[in-house]
């Protein structure tokens, strides 16, 4: 049983509860930022272009992406740019998906190594329309980019509509890190992600992931804003938590252009802040909150951190005993 921090501070008792109200129709001031420009911007966007590999970034429309872009840095979208669910929030493509392409492994290899990654983050669109749900490319592609650059990798997976096979298969590759996101509370789970999602289906993908190589760190993340409540919030981070999940990522949620879900709140920076610590207090190893995190948001840094964390503890366990 994970215990749940008792809201005693005047900030954590600030945090939204409130579910009603006309979504806001203005992006609040933190939410604007300076675009940077330059030529590794312009770098990453040709090369992934010219080796026809979809990104996340630019398919998902995420806010980070002049940067991360000009960071040479970018989360590849396998399997296609076509999705076969209909998320409510995601600004993805949905339709009748291709074959997978035999030859997307090698390119994405090929990008990493050019790119410079030392770690590469590797998802892809929801392919129901596949026995495996696609972990059989996911695998190939861990593989490929293995083999090519050594970097380390980290695969943010569909739920594989409850497959246990297809979770054995992108485990059994040893990814560095498995994510999967549960992106919101269970009570809105149908609106935002649709009939096939399953709150506690991404549960136990994470747990068995978890279970099955406790050396692969998981990690989950979540989209705030929607309309869940504060305790709705803390609940599913106990329940990710008992999961196994050590981290976390948790951004606000922006609506794509189009007929997508409405905002119903913009969460401060400080409120981010207040809601990372909390995460962190509850036994979170690495949490990045902001109005900005995505879950691949400096992807390699909450790696690290965590990885650093571990090596520190080990060392220090080594002089315990030793002493
Ligand atoms: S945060 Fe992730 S998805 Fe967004 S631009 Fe950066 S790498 Fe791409």
Known sequence: MIERPVNESPELLELPVAVAGEPPDRLPRWLKRNVPKGGANRFTARLVH?????????????????????????????????????????????????????????????????????????????RDDLPDGGAEHFVRCVEAVRRRTGASVEVLTPDFAGRVESVDRVVGAAPDVFNHNTETVPRLYRKVRGPKADYRWSLELLRY???????????????????????????????LLEAGCELLTLGQYLRPPGRYMPVVRYLTPGEFDVLGELARSMGFKQVASGPFVRSSYRASSQLSAVSSQRSERTKYEGLRTKG
């Open 50 to 126: 010219r080796l026809h590999l979809p990104t996340v970034c630019e398919h998902a429309r995420c806010p980070n992406r002049m940067e991360c872009y000009s960071q040479r840095t970018a989360t590849f979208m396998i399997l296609g740019d076509v999705c076969t669910r209909s998320c409510g929030f995601c600004s993805v493509a949905r339709g009748r998906p291709r074959p997978p392409d035999p030859d997307e492994p090698r390119r994405v290899a090929e990008a990493a190594d050019r790119l410079g990654l030392r770690h590469v983050v590797i998802t892809s669109v929801t």
């Open 209 to 239: 992931a978890h279970k099955l190589n406790p050396a692969i760190k998981t990690k989950s993340g979540l989209m705030l804003g929607l309309g869940e409540t504060h305790e709705e919030l803390l609940d599913v981070l106990a329940d």
